[in-house]
């Protein structure tokens, strides 16, 4: 059993993939434990900054948060924590593992292409770098 368990969480098909990771943490954490469910937004390049209206941005951030409050219901932890962070999708996970003293982090994984031989998925640079317990999941 674990304590503490981070969930990469991608919104992208509908949450999806994100319930079947928080299924299977309900079953690994522990009584006590923890989950956190991370979802990390790319930075908005300066060149579209300045076109995106910041309402516009606001917005659509209350609207991940409405989703993830919706994935966190299904998570049986004793604590469930929810973090929106920016930056580099990989390096955040692992910086949220951390800052949440995990034992755990889970992410899905796509069927691995040409493209991520050259550049890499986002799970394949978490399970590279990270110091803890990675669960890939397909």
Known sequence: MYKSIVIA???????ATSRSLINKA?????PDGGITLVHVL???PAYLATV???????????ALREQMDSLAAAAKAKNVDIEIRG???????????ADC????????????????YFIG??????????P???????
Request: charged share 25%.
């Open 26 to 30: 309900n079953k690994l954490i522990d």
């Open 121 to 130: 998925s986002t799970a394949s640079r978490v399970v590279r770098h990270s």
């Open 9 to 15: 969480v991608a919104l992208f098909n509908r949450g």
């Open 52 to 62: 995106v209206a910041r309402e516009q941005l606001l917005e659509h951030r209350k």
């Open 132 to 138: 803890i317990s990675v669960l890939v999941s397909r």
């Open 87 to 97: 930056g580099r999708a990989s390096q955040e996970i692992i910086s949220c593992a």
């Open 42 to 44: 790319d930075e908005v």
């Open 101 to 116: 003293n995990a034992d755990l982090i889970m992410v899905a994984s796509h069927k691995p292409d040409m493209s991520d």
